[in-house]
């Protein structure tokens, strides 16, 4: 017998043991439980996934030679969409970017959060001060703003006929943000006339810093410290994380201390010379915030199979920065034709959505595509939309190793006579 099969069988014998007991009076009952109780290992106090589902984040790291100088090391991990059912992502499986730092170890209880600046009253928190204030639970999308660009992070992988979903679109995730809306936090600490940003700052080594207008800090930002019903995980900011929803990644700053109420943008780091997208004519883009409607077929899709010709669900992800998701359409013929997909429940603003459409595969090639609408009306755009936006042409964004910000083209993926589906994107 086996290690696990023996703890499971004691463990079922324990409990039956335990059930006999509690049929005893109440005086005998509880001290004969407590002695009895099984000495439950790590895998029941918190639960585990099955040992054959084998979904895990995938990435790279950056010059690995640093740890061993003690050096930062950045490295990105992107989510398995094609693996994931409904529209949340489980908080283990929730992407990671990292620009060069360690999460750092921060003990909740000696933790605090500071307002400052142009307020009328400076406010320091604990964690626990935060968490007896009102509280708000919402779905929300966190994109990093280079996912699915072909010069993004893991640009090759991207562009590879061999893509998978967690290849091109694996840099977004959706969760469940529990915390403070930040607005009743400024308003308590008073935000004074001339007051037009923030700057948000982490407790990482680096201290990261991110400049939001005040509109958006007044309006849906979030001070969160749960994550799908449990505190946000380390690598996600614990204790706290600033959430801006429908907005660039970089925006909400993990390990949240400190938020500094200003007249003008800080021109940290990041939004300096990180972060603005330089177009082909020269100029950049700086400052950018919302990200555009974006969807993907997550079944089938590139590195799949399809065993025979027949029926099959259709399935996939939609989002978008500019508010709720109202529509999804669905192509098997390359774009020509299009059928609206269904929309499944919840369907949130500035969240994943999940949608399904029936499809029967005839044995013959086929290019699969999804298209979004937003609540404002946005449509997303095709590839060759998105490079005459940028001034280019399609093998321009072909071969550029550059990061095009927000590419949020339609996904095709090719299923060829043998069932195998790849990514058809250029």
Request: proline share 7%.
């Amino acid at each position: 017998m086996n290690p696990r099969e023996s703890n499971r069988r004691n463990f079922l014998k324990n409990g039956a043991a335990l059930a006999g007991l509690a049929m005893g009076t109440a005086a005998s009952a509880l001290p004969a439980a407590a002695e009895s109780a099984p000495d439950i290992d790590e895998l029941h106090k918190y639960g585990e996934r099955s040992h054959l589902v084998k979904s895990v984040r995938i990435g790279s790291i950056n010059n690995p030679e640093r740890r061993l100088k003690d050096e930062p090391v950045a490295f990105g991990l992107k989510s398995p969409l094609q693996d994931q059912a409904g529209m949340i992502t489980p908080s283990s499986l929730h992407f990671i970017v990292s620009h060069g730092y360690e999460p750092p170890d921060i003990d909740p209880q000696e933790h605090r959060f500071l307002i400052h600046g142009m307020v009328d009253r400076p406010l320091i928190f604990t964690v626990d001060e935060l968490k007896r204030l009102p509280s708000v639970s919402r779905f929300h999308f966190i994109e990093c703003h280079g996912n699915s660009s072909p010069g993004g992070p893991g640009g090759p992988e991207r562009k590879s006929v061999a893509a998978t979903p967690q290849d091109t679109h694996g840099f977004t995730s959706c969760s469940l943000w529990t915390g403070v809306p930040l607005s009743l936090l400024l308003k308590e600490a008073g935000v004074q006339k001339g007051a037009t940003w923030i700057t948000a700052e982490g407790s990482d080594a680096s201290k990261h810093s991110k400049s939001i207008p005040i509109g958006k800090a007044l309006d849906d930002a979030l001070v969160a410290y749960g994550m799908n019903g449990e505190p946000i995980r380390p690598e996600q900011g614990f204790p706290l994380r600033l959430v801006t929803p429908g907005w660039q990644g970089i925006n909400n700053v993990k390990w949240l201390h400190r938020i500094q109420v200003v007249d003008e943008p800080y021109m940290a780091m990041m939004e300096t010379s990180r972060y603005p997208s330089v177009k082909l004519d020269g100029k950049s883009r700086w400052f950018e915030f919302e990200l555009g409607p974006k969807s993907v077929i997550t079944r089938p899709s590139g590195g799949q199979r399809l065993p025979a010709q027949g029926y099959y669900e259709i399935s996939g992800l939609a989002w978008s920065g500019g508010g709720a998701i109202r529509r999804v359409e669905i192509s098997a013929d390359g774009g020509k034709t299009w059928k609206d997909a269904q929309l499944h429940d919840p369907i949130a603003k500035k969240a994943h959505t999940r949608f399904t459409a029936p499809w029967n595969w005839n044995g013959e090639e086929a290019v699969l595509q999804s298209r979004c609408t937003d609540d404002q009306g946005t449509v997303q755009p095709t590839v060759a939309e998105v490079a005459k936006l940028w001034g280019a042409d399609v093998d321009y964004l072909r071969k550029t190793s550059a990061i095009v910000g927000d590419f949020n083209a339609i996904q095709p993926w090719k299923v060829n006579r043998d069932g195998s589906v790849q990514n058809a994107i250029f």
